[in-house]
């Protein structure tokens, strides 16, 4: 199951996108957690800012992107390198049952949540039962 | 280095199934081309030298400098901490990739440091500590005196 020891930075093996900046592109680790009348993404983006962060919503398609700079010159002699520096992109296929309107994001501590509000048709409902 | 072991040794086709990953459709299956987790030290770190100090840097998002623990003695560097899940176990994850619960990293570092001059700094889910090197072992210029 999920634990601390088996985290490991993802390089993009594909891209959707053009690749507009150089360098390497990662895959953020998520969570999608349900609800019941939403659903919580998070993605770790370590190194991104509010306003490095960008956002689309298209024809059921949500892309993440978040530009993360090198921190570091490119001439750094590294004693130890286990991870690389870069943007962060993922696209998810959104639903039907997702009101695009009303999808929310934050960052905080590397960490990027963005709530996508389900269609109140798509809300669990309990069904009264009465008596005949 | 990095870019050697980022593989998840899955073929074209089934890469394409990660860009694309199904948010609300399919919530019920679970991803059938899920990567098997390899096991790695966490955090990753990455180390250089820095005029006679050694910088230490770590992904850590989501973490607060109080879940994290910093020690060093001599030149052995430990990186303790634990990332809490973000909503309680008993909800529904449709993906799971962020783990959580407790670490420890252990390092040795090339020379001793001097544990007084250690700084660390956390911002966006990225830590860096400033090891500056001991006193005693830094290299020092010989006078050589004609006799």
């Not at chain 1, 490991?8 to 959707?16: G, L």
């Not at chain 1, 892309?63 to 590294?78: I, K, S």
Request: one cysteine or more; proline letters at 5%; charged letters at 30%.
């Amino acid at each position: 199951m999920s634990d601390t020891t088996n985290i490991e930075k993802r390089t993009a093996t594909t891209t959707t996108a053009e690749q507009t900046r150089s360098g390497c592109t990662f895959v953020p680790a998520v969570d999608i957690i349900e609800q019941d009348d939403e659903l919580l993404l998070l993605a770790d983006v370590p190194g991104a800012r509010a306003e490095d962060i960008h956002i689309d919503y298209e024809r059921g398609q949500l892309r993440l992107e978040a530009r993360v700079d090198e921190r570091q010159e490119d001439d750094t002699r590294y004693l130890l390198r286990e991870y690389g520096v870069g943007d962060f992109v993922r696209v998810f296929q959104v639903g039907e049952g997702i009101d695009p309107a009303r999808i929310q994001a934050a960052v905080k501590d590397g960490v990027l949540t963005v709530t996508l509000q389900k269609h109140p048709e798509a809300m669990p409902k309990k069904i009264d039962v009465r008596n005949g | 280095m990095w870019p050697a072991r980022n593989r998840w040794g899955v073929s074209q086709r089934n890469a394409l199934r990660h860009e694309l990953d199904r948010l609300f459709d399919s919530f019920v299956e679970r991803d059938p081309f899920a990567p098997v987790a390899t096991t790695r030290p966490f955090p990753a770190l990455n180390i250089w030298e820095d005029n006679n100090r050694l910088m230490v840097e770590a992904e850590v998002p989501g973490l607060s400098l109080e879940a994290l623990e910093i020690l060093v003695q001599g030149n052995e560097l430990t990186i303790k901490g634990q990332r809490r899940p973000a909503v309680t176990e008993s909800e529904v994850y449709h993906r799971r990739e962020r783990g959580t619960g407790e670490f420890t990293r252990f390092v040795t570092l090339p020379y001793e440091i001097e544990s007084e001059g250690v700084e660390a700094t956390l911002k966006d889910g990225v830590l860096t500590i400033v090891l500056p090197q001991a006193e005693k072992v830094r290299a020092r210029k010989i006078q050589v005196k004609s006799s």
